[in-house]
């Protein structure tokens, strides 16, 4: 199943990749217009569940290094170093605000690498990512990004 989840986000990167910059971008959006990235997953909700909230998952897919400790005021820390230590100046954090199991995270950034260019931008936003069965073998898969300002 993790096999098919690493499909399947390799295949709308590489779909994201084809397109137009304002194909990939939310064009006019405003202060309080969220943006929003949808997709489908060829796993059940619980596999794509797992994918989001463990560290075998989120290094399955999403990040080179990482774990997470899956729990309201826990932490996403990664990097996209393989060989960080995730205390870095090259590691992301994220705390996670809220959940409601296989359905809903929500997840504030509090630390971005120490390049990253939007720390103004980035620190004022929150993320809520949204899971729903398509079917018993597909999973809808939400991201809301919400608070940036024009």
């Known amino acids: 199943m993790i096999i098919t989840l690493i499909s399947n986000v390799a295949a709308l990167a590489a779909i994201a990749t084809q397109q137009t910059t304002p194909d990939r971008m939310v064009i006019s959006a405003a202060a309080d217009q969220p943006i929003v990235t949808v997709g489908t997953v060829s796993a059940p909700v619980k596999d794509v569940w797992a994918a989001w909230t463990t560290n075998e998952g989120i290094r399955s897919w999403m990040v080179t290094s990482g774990e997470v400790d899956f729990r309201i005021g826990g932490t996403y820390r990664t990097s996209y170093s393989k060989n960080s230590d995730l205390k870095g100046p090259d590691a992301i954090e994220n705390t996670i605000l809220v959940f409601d199991p296989m359905r809903m995270i929500s997840i504030k950034n509090t ?24 079917d018993p073998l597909r999973t809808e898969v939400t991201i809301r990004m919400h ?3 024009s």
């Not at 630390?111 to 398509?134: G, H, L, N």
Request: charged share 25%; aromatic share 22%.
């Open 111 to 134: 630390k971005t690498p120490a390049s990253f260019p939007f720390k103004e931008a980035i620190a004022k936003t929150w993320t809520v990512i949204y899971f729903k069965e398509i």
């Open 147 to 149: 608070g940036y300002d």
